[in-house]
T-cell receptor, first 114, second 113 residues
């Protein structure tokens, strides 16, 4: 499979705590993206990090990328109940004749308790 | 408002009865794609289209057909649905090629009995 793999599968925290999710992938990539999905709804793009970038911020989100370890992490600081959702990483594998497809992992289910 | 729309949102049908799920985007995107989402399996790509009249298979194309006659529309056709096609389906579009930010529709929940 060319999917990225998120870890953990499920995460449960209290409001105000930080949430960290990890993603590992198998081959070289052009970029890695994180998406959020509220239960049964469409995915929403959160952040894209390119293979030559190491860290990116967007509001309370911080994404890191370590291409040597083929891994990425998504940190949500000061979490809120409204952050409860599934989070997916998606990778665009850097193939010689890339068709520009995205491969999604199975996701991390984050639950934030008030 | 920039968006991807899908219809219907919910559909219950019987085995073998042909159906079409429509997808439309108003962002002038070149790239469009269909995914299915099943518990424990994440999102799997069914078909994608790089531009008008250009379509290609994803990871799970069996039992599905698509067409891209206009830039904005990318319908998903199930010629003879079977129970194993019961799933949550998403259409997505992207400005150019799939590696950029993808915009997702709200999903179509299909049940085949």
């Amino acid at each position: 499979s060319q999917q990225g793999e998120e870890d953990p599968q499920a995460l449960s925290i209290q409001e105000g705590e930080n949430a960290t999710m990890n993603c590992s992938y198998k081959t070289s990539i052009n970029n890695l993206q994180w998406y959020r999905q509220n239960s049964g709804r469409g995915l929403v793009h959160l952040i894209l990090i390119r293979s030559n970038e190491r860290e990116k911020h967007s509001g309370r989100l911080r994404v890191t990328l370590d291409t040597s370890k083929k891994s990425s992490s998504l940190l949500i600081t000061a979490s809120r109940a409204a952050d409860t959702a599934s989070y997916f990483c998606a990778t665009d594998y850097n193939r010689g004749s890339t068709l520009g497809r995205l491969y999604f992992g199975r996701g991390t289910q984050l639950t934030v308790w008030p | 408002e920039a968006q991807v729309t899908q219809n219907p949102r919910y559909l219950i049908t019987v085995t073998g009865k042909k159906l079409t799920v429509t997808c439309s985007q108003n962002m002038n995107h070149e790239y469009m794609s269909w995914y299915r989402q099943d518990p424990g399996l994440g999102l799997r790509q069914i078909y994608y289209s790089m531009n008008v009249e250009v379509t290609d298979k994803g990871d799970v194309p069996e039992g599905y057909k698509v067409s891209r006659k206009e830039k904005r529309n990318f319908p998903l056709i199930l010629e003879s649905p079977s129970p194993n096609q019961t799933s949550l389906y998403f259409c997505a579009s992207s400005l150019s090629r799939g590696q950029y930010e993808q915009y997702f529709g709200p999903g179509t929940r299909l049940t085949v009995t």
